[in-house]
């Protein structure tokens, strides 16, 4: 037997490499490293982690609890299932290894506006985050109404109103116009529809990070990041069935946006800019990204009146293009 070889297509695209571009790829983020955080753990507050019985209420209680910032909202070992949690200024979920927490499939465990659909969300908050090396897990398989190898049908949550169309069902994990993000170390898992979504944030790292989604579920994005200045993506690893990082310009620009050292396979793009296009990306780097096994590795959607200003692929891009057995 031939051991399978790989097709490997190495290239380098180098684009308008200019000293302003090293200073975005060396952006410091003033990520706060905490001085004597506070820690509460969710089993104090009457969470179960059965799997069965709803956590929600403990666990927004920790969260709400917080008076001192840094604070971690800890989960030992355990199955958190859970209708939508808020995060507030200054916590951190510390999702523990062998945590998971599992977002809830009902309707009714999401707020009553679609655009907040999230297992967990933070608005307007600053210094917040999820680490931890747990899990995050959306149920997304617990969405498809109909498997299918091309394209599995999901559920849609349209006939409540609450949305139009067929992509009516609640991401992962959002913050919506927050500053000092950090989400490192954790998975995130099954998300029904986008995963991690970064919306009007500033100041946003996001490392360590693993995301899958299903291979086969539309929409699944891995990590969305609209309007949104300074963002640092690295050592993520993002396999997933839509696009793995889709930077979206809606209501305003996107700026100074970093990924690098990361990994990524995708039934779809592995960088997609758009469609979402409305104001300038400027001062987008991709440095080492791998894709493997990806329909496409670029997608440039720019169609909307948005201009796409220094985009760098630095040192080297490698696509695997596909398995050839002999
Ligand atoms: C983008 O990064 C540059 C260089 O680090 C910095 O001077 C600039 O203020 C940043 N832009 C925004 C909008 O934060
Ligand atoms: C974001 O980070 C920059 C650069 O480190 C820092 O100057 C700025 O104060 C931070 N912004 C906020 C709102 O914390
Ligand atoms: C967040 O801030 C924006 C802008 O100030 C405001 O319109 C919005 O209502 C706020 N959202 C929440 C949930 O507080
Ligand atoms: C992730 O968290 C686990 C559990 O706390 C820890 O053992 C591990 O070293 C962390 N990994 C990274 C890359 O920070
Ligand atoms: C609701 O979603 C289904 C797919 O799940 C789609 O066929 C239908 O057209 C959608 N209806 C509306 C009103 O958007
Ligand atoms: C990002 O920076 C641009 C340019 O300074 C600014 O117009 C925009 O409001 C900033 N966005 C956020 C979310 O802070
Ligand atoms: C490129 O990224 C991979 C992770 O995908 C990492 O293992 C490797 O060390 C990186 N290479 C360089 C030169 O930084």
């Known amino acids: 037997m031939a051991t399978p070889s790989l097709l490997v297509l190495t290239f380098v695209i180098?684009?308008?490499?200019?000293?302003?571009?090293?200073?975005?790829?060396?952006?410091?983020?003033p990520v706060s490293t905490p001085r004597e955080p506070i820690t509460l753990s969710v089993t104090d507050f009457g969470a179960t982690g059965d799997g069965i019985h709803y956590d929600t209420t403990a666990i927004q209680s920790a969260v709400d609890s917080c008076t001192c910032t840094p604070c971690y909202v800890s989960f030992p070992p355990g199955t958190y299932l859970t209708a939508t949690i808020f995060l507030r200024s200054g916590v951190f979920l510390d999702i523990q290894q062998g945590a998971t927490l599992l977002g809830g499939t009902r309707l009714h465990d999401y707020p009553r506006e679609a655009w907040r659909w999230y297992v967990v969300a933070a608005e307007n908050a600053s210094d917040v985050g999820?680490?931890?090396?747990g899990v995050v897990d959306g149920q997304g398989l617990k969405f498809v109404q109909r498997f299918d190898e091309r394209k599995n049908v999901m559920v849609s949550w349209n006939q409540t109103g609450a949305c139009l169309g067929d992509e009516c069902r609640p991401r992962l994990v959002g913050f919506l116009g927050c500053t000092n993000v950090r989400v490192w170390n954790v998975t995130l898992r099954e998300p029904a529809y986008w995963c991690l979504h970064i919306v009007r944030c500033r100041n946003i790292s996001i490392h360590d990070v693993s995301i899958y989604g299903?291979?086969?579920?539309?929409?699944?994005?891995?990590?969305d990041i609209e309007d949104s200045n300074n963002t640092i993506i690295t050592r993520c690893r993002i396999d997933t069935g839509d696009d793995a990082i889709c930077p979206k310009t809606y209501t305003g620009p996107l700026y100074n946006?970093?990924?690098?050292?990361?990994?990524?396979?995708t039934k779809s793009s592995a960088i997609k800019l758009g469609s979402a296009s409305w104001f300038d990306f400027k001062h987008l780097v991709f440095d080492n990204i791998t894709i493997v096994e990806s329909h496409r590795g670029l997608g440039l959607q720019i169609r909307d009146g948005g201009k796409l200003i220094l985009l760098a692929f630095l040192t080297f891009f490698r696509a695997f293009a596909g398995i050839i057995d002999e």
């Open 14 to 29: 180098q684009l308008l490499t200019q000293s302003q571009l090293v200073t975005s790829s060396t952006i410091q983020l």
């Open 130 to 133: 999820i680490t931890g090396g």
């Open 214 to 223: 299903d291979f086969n579920t539309p929409n699944n994005d891995g990590i």
């Open 257 to 265: 946006l970093t990924a690098r050292d990361s990994w990524i396979r």
